[in-house]
């Protein structure tokens, strides 16, 4: 592999216009698809083979046009102190406002909170239920619009007024934070490489890769369903990666000018030994990404498999944009050692100097192994012991910031009605096969009603046939409580028994349920997703580093680092340190799907430093150095650029920390931990005293399966000798 990258390179630096054209055309065919293709929305939402989403598919078949998958929204009217929405003046006003929404575009349905039951007890809280005809992603703006002014009509006759459910479901954002994070990184860079050209170089090419990315997910986001979050977990992933991956081989290839090699050839060895371990570090996070898939959650396959593709792009574009880009630069990138006009002090790149900070770290970790070992594990072992006490559920409206409407309509009707209010349980009875279908729905309501943790439980309503009914049920708990889930499980129990009295199925579906399911289809999950994934990268990194211990090595660093980062999540995001200093308004459970997506995210990102700086440990070591030696050499050449990435890498994902969703919040965060733990504590710590205490077994492989394995050259060893002029003039040709 290192031979054919090698080639590559030097095309690239060759035919340089060439490659720049092709990136930058289709950019600007993706920038022109994206621009012209609707906005995202929040995607459809479904979790095949649970019972939440087989209700769901019932409702859909035996209640034709009840827009079962349409938009909802919950107009909540708040009286002023000491007055009731009752009163004749506010009710009139209530009464108009829900006329206007009845008379909307896309509207299907507005109830009237009066002849509802949808007042409270003291008579200060009602609320009306807008069914759309289309679902949030396909709601027009001027609906959108004619809800918020019916809104705000009534609150100007008085009345506080909110707006609860998807309708209004706006868009993410970040904020300033990303753009600091971005900043952050072209320090790093400028800091790491030497001069504002070739720091520019990686921030260039990785906006490239995330705007095609970016823009073909924005381009197909309706036609292939993609919600807005998943755009927002490319340009997290890609852009981390993107950096990443450029400043490996911008570096390498600085190191590579430093030993006196021409350009196109330094370029050449840059992309044949750096650009070998980007193939195998972005194929694990391809791997790892695109593994969602095996969770059978529609909307985790997609974001994965897009993320995915945002990875892919990285990759091919830092094996031939930046060898492109590098021909452009000429000699504005210099070698390794010399240090541009702008930050002063130049010297010549083959100055003496002494051990650089890698150095003297590697001499420090071999010399006392076992301690440096133990100290990194006891202290990733500390941060993951809140993860015991982890409480998994999805976001709702609850966990907004306080200054939305979505917000404060979750907290009027909580106060109004009872905090399982926001969280309505919707029991389906499918009554076909009993003999008597209305006294199965009553037996089935009656059931329900002595079940411990209920509020109210509607009377059964039929739908045409008169053989399915649906029952509302309020819980007493909030819809992310125990509690809750714990009546869901009680219902369903009572189902089973109620199908063997009267050969009625009894379902149990919602937005409450539908997240229990979830969270319970995740965890299932995770174990054979875990399997998957580590067995398949544990395979590529034999390739890599024709080694068993090392691989074994880098997978149990990174469940040590992914439990820590899940940790920290838990104590902000569930326990509430340090919340407010990221901006929690809201703590509570985990979202469900974070332990399963740390999983695949953070193991690809973590392989990604493995394979930077264990192949130079091994490039060291298959050219005669002894094991010991082989380690202080790898952490020489590679440590201030693995920490220079891994820093890029934590101020990008530290950067969707300020974002509105509590969901890509979390993800920031939690990746941003991760990437610390496993950059500075595994890699920089654990992995060298292991490797020290292991020695030359490290490096073992059974001859039967030295044999088998084929030898990739991820070291570059066959870069060893001097290229054939006459095969690269045949490749230039081609």
Known sequence: MATFLYKLGRLAFRRRHFVVLIWVAMLTLVGV???????????????????????????????????????????????????QVTDAEHKSVVEETVRTLSDGAEVASATDPYTTNAVSDDGTVAYTSVTYDVSGMELADSTKDALEGAAQDARDA???????????????????????GIAIAAVVLIITLGSLIAAGLPLLTALIGVGIGVGGITALANPL??????????MMIGLAVGIDYALFIVSRYRAELAEGRDREEAVGRAVGTAGSAVVFAGLTVVIALAGLAVVNIPMLTKMGLAAAGTVV?????????????LGYAGRKVQPAGAKSKLLGRGKAADAEAGPNMGTRWARFVVRRPLAVLLIGVVGLGAAAIPVGSMEMGLPDDGSQPTDTTQRRAYDLLSDGFGPGFNGPLMVVTDARASADPEAAANEVADRIEGLPDVVSVTEPAPNEAGDTYTITVIPDSKPSSVQTEDLVHAIRDAGAGIKADTDASVLVTGTTALNIDFSQKMNDALIPYLALVVGLAFLLLILVFRSILVPLKAALGFLLSVLAALGAVVAVFQWGW???VIGVEETGPIMSMMPIFMVGVVFGLAMDYEVFLVTRMREAFVHGEEPTQAIVTGFKHGARVVSAAAVIMMAVFAGFIGSSDSMVKMIGFGLAIAVFFDAFVVRMAIVPAVLALLGKKAWWLPRWLDRAVPNVDVEGEGLRTASDPEEE????RA
């Open 578 to 580: 340090f919340a407010d």
């Open 729 to 732: 003039k045949e490749l230039v």
């Open 225 to 234: 369903d993609l919600g807005s979050t998943t755009s927002t977990l490319a």
């Open 313 to 325: 792009i990285a990759v091919l574009i830092a094996l031939t944009m930046i060898p492109a880009l």
């Open 33 to 83: 698809g994206a621009a012209s293709a609707p906005a995202a929305g929040s995607g459809s939402f479904s979790i095949p083979g649970t019972e939440a989403q087989r209700a769901f598919d019932l409702l859909e078949e035996r209640f034709p046009g009840s827009s079962a998958d349409g938009a909802t929204a919950r107009v909540v009217f708040k009286a002023p102190d000491g007055e």
């Open 158 to 180: 008085g009345l506080t007024v909110d707006i609860g459910g998807d309708a209004l479901q706006a868009m993410p954002h970040t904020g300033a934070a990303e753009i600091i």
